[in-house]
């Protein structure tokens, strides 16, 4: 029985699928499927229900992967100790982030900290926040940024800003005040993200009535593909404040909302994570350098 081997296990039962779960892990189905049976051939029991359909997890296995879970925490915890010796964020920080927010955090954030801890070696995954969820959970992850409140009882989470929203939409339209309200939006044609990524829930939760007009025929995975079709003059739609000057002067007209009207960022990581100081280093560093036109909040203990 190797480390390995309780690696694929976990991974097999967070996914619940042989390939899903051989893609997390880098190798290919049938090694994956192979070892799996190798490791209950060798425990002597059935650590999984299989079908055509689906995975499941015996009680047998319920209580194994208990088990392994708790072994992997561990050996993570060992690592740690001589990273934690050597000095702080020394050594690999696998870092996760959502894709409203990498293109313009991480362009400053990244030589931020290079320069603060030059021993650090940044290993960044830009994904969705459920996937995001899923890779830290499955120890695939140290921490990622995401739009708060994240609610999984096995994560901490620590507010680190408030970004604002901003409106935009074609120039030349009808001008709108300087600084619009809920009810300036009101009967606009929106233009949001796909489904899945944390903004388009929060933008149609934030401006969606009975009258607004969200433009259901259009399904964009970046802000920049919506940027585009703005200029066009498609629609209009929301933006979080960092992106504003990749938005601004190229052919659609920016405006702010009303206070209160955005997205609270925060650092999320597993509660057994052992280098909690070198996720408070992180922390740091990002309010130490946040650009203009977001709140840092004060620092506090994770929750």
Same mark, same amino acid.
């Given at each position: 029985m190797t480390l390995q081997d309780l690696r694929y296990l976990v991974a097999l039962v967070d996914h619940g699928h042989f390939g899903r779960a051989a893609e997390a892990c880098h190798v290919s189905q049938p090694t994956l499927s192979t070892q799996i049976k190798k490791l209950?051939? $060798? %425990?002597? +029991?059935?650590?999984?229900?299989? #079908?055509?359909?689906?995975?499941?997890? !015996?009680? &047998?296995?319920?209580e194994v992967v208990a088990r392994a879970r708790q072994i992997l925490t561990d050996v993570e915890a060992i690592a740690s100790v001589g990273?934690?010796?050597?000095?702080? *964020? +020394?050594? !690999?920080?696998?870092l996760g982030v959502i894709p409203t927010l990498g293109p313009y955090l991480l362009p400053w954030l990244?030589?931020?900290l290079n320069a603060d801890y030059p021993e650090l070696r940044l290993a960044v995954h830009e994904d969705l926040t459920a996937s995001l969820i899923e890779r830290l959970?499955? &120890?695939? =992850?140290?921490?990622? =940024?995401v739009a708060l409140p994240v609610e999984d009882g096995? %994560?901490? #989470? %620590?507010? %680190?800003?408030?970004?604002?929203?901003?409106?935009?939409?074609?120039?030349?339209?009808?001008? *709108?005040?300087?600084?619009l309200t809920k009810d300036d939006l009101r009967g606009r044609r929106l233009l949001v993200l796909t489904e899945g990524h944390c903004m388009r829930d929060?933008?149609?939760? =934030?401006?969606? /009535?009975?009258?607004?007009?969200?433009?259901?025929?259009?399904?964009? /995975?970046? *802000?920049? !593909? @919506?940027? $585009?079709? +703005?200029? !066009?003059?498609m629609g209009s739609t929301l933006l979080p404040a960092m992106a504003v000057e990749e938005f601004r002067n190229r052919g659609v007209t920016v405006r702010p909302l009303d206070a209160?009207?955005?997205?609270? @960022?925060? *650092?999320?990581?597993?509660?057994?994570?052992?280098?909690s100081r070198d996720l408070q280093l992180v922390a740091r560093t990002l309010r130490d350098h946040l650009p203009h036109g977001v709140s840092r909040l004060p620092a506090t203990e994770a929750s």
């Open positions: 209950e051939a $060798q %425990l002597g +029991v059935m650590l999984f229900e299989r #079908t055509n359909r689906s995975v499941r997890v !015996t009680a &047998h296995g319920e990273r934690r010796i050597a000095g702080p *964020l +020394v050594g !690999t920080f696998s990244v030589p931020a959970l499955s &120890h695939r =992850l140290d921490a990622a =940024l096995r %994560l901490e #989470t %620590l507010p %680190l800003f408030d970004e604002p929203f901003w409106f935009a939409e074609p120039r030349g339209n009808e001008p *709108l005040a300087e600084v929060q933008v149609l939760s =934030l401006c969606r /009535t009975p009258d607004r007009d969200v433009e259901e025929d259009f399904r964009a /995975t970046s *802000l920049e !593909t @919506i940027r $585009q079709m +703005v200029a !066009t003059g209160g009207l955005g997205r609270r @960022i925060g *650092l999320v990581w597993r509660r057994s994570y052992p280098r």
